[in-house]
């Protein structure tokens, strides 16, 4: 079991820069939530094949994979964690233009691909904000507000969405994705930066310089086990709700986006109740348990979507995600948190992680949608749920324990 030592003081945060980070994470999510399965809905009742839907996916992971260290190792560099913050939010905006300014591949391609630039920093300097904001003692905590924060904006836009695709367009749904970059600006503004310790937004200086400081990164085993981890995972997760998604807008009567927005809202509203509650469990119960349980419900699903074709039914299976999603949201930042500590490169670890997810997201979206047109959706689905099986037993053979030692003593007092 490894061992992590804690116990740097606590920055102080005004309630105000608290609570502006809550919306800031609201609105943040808001914005991000037009470009999950509203883009397959999209570009399937625009005759794309899946085929297509899935190269366009993986290019876009592609990219996200290039840009996550440069994006990470930027945020770590600067003290202008805001700046970088802002300038993020207006891209993300300007990409949900792009797509409804044409169809074809090339416009919707260079949108796909400015929107995984953007989110190559803003996640970092979401997290590291919020770290700066709080230090190690009180970081899982604020993951989980902010992950609490995140699913409800998730579920609020998805509702909207969902209903602006049913009464007006599908088209619709990235206007209102690119405005919503406006509140979450100004939720941002309300942040202190003299709030954000640089310091300990970074994880902490390391006595080391150059390259020896990443040494200790490149050879955390908590740090390359999640990343392997979190690559499974989402190899097996990704491409799930995407081919739900265009099943249900090829068979379904009445409007398939309603069917999408709810298979949205209702694990995001399960993640907004839980991930406080796992924020606090992860201080107590350490973050092994509660990751194990959040790579059991993976399988699950996937074996469900493919042995069931009611729409209702589909709706109450992917509810399950919101135990994963609730878990996954949480505690990835607080392990990279744990792994990276007196490193000097949170949001890089973050980064490394995020190149996992983003590698796995895009191996998962290429071979979905293959899948999918080869050998039909149901077949598509068992072999994902096969890597989810393999992803939850990596986990429970290889991840170690990062709770700090400290954490585990006023556990057990």
Known sequence: MIEFETGAARPTASRRSQRSLDWFAFFVANLQAGFGPF??????????????????????GVASLVLQLP?????????????????????????????????????????WVLHAAASATLTPALAATSLGLVGHDGVARRFGRNASFASAGNAI???????????????????????????????LRGIASHEI?????????????????????????????????MTLYFVGNAALLPLIGSALTLRSEDSPTLFIAACIIAPQVLVTVLSPVVGAKAQSWGRKPLLLLAFSVLPIRAFGFAFIHDEYWLVLIQTLDGVSAAII???????????TRKTGHFALGQSIVGIGMG???????????????RLG????????????????????VAMPETRPRLERRKAGQ
Not at 41 to 57: A, M, R
Not at 197 to 226: F, I, M, N, Q
Not at 383 to 389: F, H, P, T
Request: charged content about 10%; some cysteine.
């Open 39 to 60: 883009v397959a809905v999209y570009l399937t009742s625009e005759s794309w094949t899946q085929t297509d839907i899935g190269l366009l996916l993986t290019i876009g």
């Open 71 to 111: 994006g990470g190792a930027m945020v770590d560099a600067t003290t202008a964690k805001k700046a970088i913050a802002a300038w993020s939010v207006a891209l993300v905006g300007l990409s949900a233009l792009m797509l409804v300014m044409s169809t074809t591949f090339l416009v919707i391609l260079l949108g």
């Open 157 to 187: 836009a998805a509702a909207v969405m969902g209903g602006i695709g049913y009464w007006v367009s599908n088209q619709a749904v990235f206007v209102v994705t690119a405005a919503l970059a406006v509140p979450a600006l100004f939720a």
């Open 197 to 229: 310790d640089p310091h300990v937004s970074r994880g902490e200086d390391s006595e080391a310089s150059g390259w020896e400081a990443l040494w200790p990164l490149v050879t955390s085993k908590p740090l390359y086990t999640l990343f392997i981890c």
């Open 329 to 339: 949201g949480v505690l990835v930042s607080v392990i990279v948190a744990d792994a």
């Open 359 to 373: 590698l796995g997201s895009a191996i998962s979206t290429l071979l979905g949608g293959f899948l999918a047109d």
């Open 377 to 396: 959706s149901a077949n598509a689905f068992i072999g994902l749920g096969s890597v989810a099986i393999l992803a939850f037993l990596v986990v429970l």
